[in-house]
């Protein structure tokens, strides 16, 4: 399906890095593209619960018929609205999906640019801080679908090893409590999340959200990692 939305337009009009559908604003700073982008995603999820809200007055979801049993439109909903806002929610999806990877890539340079250390007598330190921060602390037991966590990106399995500005010398038990409490004073708030996956280093912009369809504001089951 084509993708005609607002969002996409007013990005490309300010941007010119392409980055997986989305563009990096490339005359600021890797924290203002990312927080640049993070408030362009908080725009498309507000979009979006404003177009459900449309499903949910009409008592209609993405799957309800739009037709009786006799074939006919039926008459207890407004089709047009209905039908117009699906498509919406198919656009705005398409759009959250893009714009999430360009935080991510975004994020990425923030970090990248963050371990630049000048050449000095520390030097050593410094190296010693970069390989403290890759060291996982949580890994992701669960996520469900349709969750904040799910469409961040978040899969099962991943090692978390950043958590906002949390790492893993951030916790001084086996407890995730530092998590919960960011987690708590971040509603509705882009937090940049770093894990390994298979591997490989994946940056993630994830929005703690109450009203999702499920329980807490994430949707996934964190559990405490210690490496073996």
């Not at 941007?15 to 559908?21: D, R």
């Not at 086996?174 to 919960?180: F, G, K, V, W, Y």
Request: charge should be neutral; hydrophobic fraction near 35%; proline fraction near 6%.
């Amino acid at each position: 399906m084509p993708r005609h939305s607002s969002s996409n337009h007013s990005i490309h009009q300010t941007t010119s890095i392409q980055t997986m559908g989305f563009t990096i604003p490339s005359a600021d700073s890797p924290a203002d593209q990312a927080r640049k982008l993070m408030e362009q995603k908080k725009n498309i999820e507000i979009e979006i619960e404003e177009h459900i809200s449309v499903l949910k007055a009409n008592q209609s979801t993405m799957q309800t018929p739009l037709v009786d049993n006799d074939g006919f439109p039926r008459a207890d909903m407004d089709i047009y609205a209905v039908r117009g806002a699906r498509v919406r929610i198919i656009e705005l999806r398409n759009d959250l999906k893009d714009v999430t990877e360009a935080i991510g890539k975004a994020l990425e340079a923030v970090y990248d640019r963050s371990q630049m250390q000048p050449a000095s007598v520390e030097s050593s330190t410094a190296k010693v801080g970069v390989s403290e921060e890759m060291k996982p602390f949580a890994k992701v037991d669960g996520v469900v679908p349709g969750s904040p966590a799910a469409g961040a990106g978040l899969r099962r399995e991943d090692l978390i090893i950043k958590f906002g500005q949390l790492i893993h010398t951030s916790f001084s038990s086996n407890s995730l409590t530092p998590i919960a409490q960011i987690v708590g004073e971040s509603e509705n708030q882009s937090i940049g999340i770093k894990v390994l996956r298979d591997g490989q280093t994946v940056f993630l912009s994830l929005t703690p959200r109450k009203g999702w369809g499920g329980r807490g504001m994430l949707g996934c089951h964190i559990v405490p990692f210690s490496p073996s």
